[in-house]
């Protein structure tokens, strides 16, 4: 069975400090995807990022970087310089072969930008 | 191109009504998925359609359904409602059917649905 675990409820940090999101997952399969999205008040999911499970290069977009590591099943987000527009809910998600287009996601981190 | 449209965004309905909530994807994507999203149970997978085919259903009573038509609209519906149905329900296309590179979601705004 798959799951997705987001151990941080919520993050409150002061403008310009780094946040790293942390994401833990379970699945039985070898080929998987895994998801970040964002969640800001409005209530639409915003996606920022989707791996496979075999590709675990390290990404960097602007102030977002990604961490996946299969030894340790985790897929972290960090946000560089973090600016009060990040103030949202971040998701992790796996979507794995089994699961066609079924996203299992994380209970979510809310993250909260202080000026 | 224009994202993915959910009407109506809010809904207050009696409990023990029905509601029917669509879902416009983006032009091109044939595959839609439709989720919960409470509070207490967070995220939560309702079911998928692809081509006007349901091809993954979550673990939902039997009143929640849905359909596609041939344009990959998308219409959910409630039947009997309680109180425990208030939620965000949030719609989401993918190009293609799941399993593949496809996999990218686009959600939708959502509809926010009150019971009382």
């Known amino acids: 069975a798959q799951k997705v675990t987001q151990a941080q409820t919520e993050i409150s940090v002061v403008e310009k400090e780094d946040v790293t999101l942390d994401c833990v997952y379970e699945?039985?399969?070898?080929?998987?995807?895994l998801f970040w999205y964002k969640q800001p008040p409005s209530g639409e999911l915003v996606f920022l990022i989707r791996r496979n499970s075999f590709d675990e290069q390290n990404e960097i977009s602007g102030r977002y970087s990604w961490n996946f590591q299969k030894s340790t099943s985790s897929f972290n987000f960090t946000i560089t310089a973090s600016q009060v527009v990040d103030s949202a809910v971040y998701f992790c998600a796996l979507s794995d072969l089994s699961a066609g287009n079924k996203l299992t996601f994380g209970g979510g981190t809310r993250v909260l930008v202080k000026p | 191109k224009a994202g993915v449209t959910q009407t109506p965004r809010y809904l207050i309905k009696t409990r023990g009504q029905q509601v029917t909530l669509s879902c416009s994807p983006i032009?091109?994507?044939?595959?839609v998925s439709w989720y919960q999203q409470t509070p207490g149970q967070g995220l939560q997978f309702l079911f998928e359609y692809f081509s006007e085919t349901q091809r993954n259903k979550g673990n939902f009573p039997g009143r929640f359904s849905g359909r596609q038509f041939s344009n990959s609209r998308s219409e959910m519906n409630v039947s009997t409602l309680e109180l425990g149905d208030s939620a965000l329900y949030l719609c989401?296309?993918?190009?293609?059917?799941?399993?593949?590179?496809?996999?990218?979601?686009?959600f939708g705004q959502g509809t926010r649905l009150t019971v009382v």
């Open positions: 989401a296309s993918s190009l293609a059917a799941g399993g593949g590179v496809n996999t990218e979601a686009f």
């Open positions: 032009s091109g994507h044939r595959s």
């Open positions: 699945t039985r399969d070898t080929t998987y995807y």
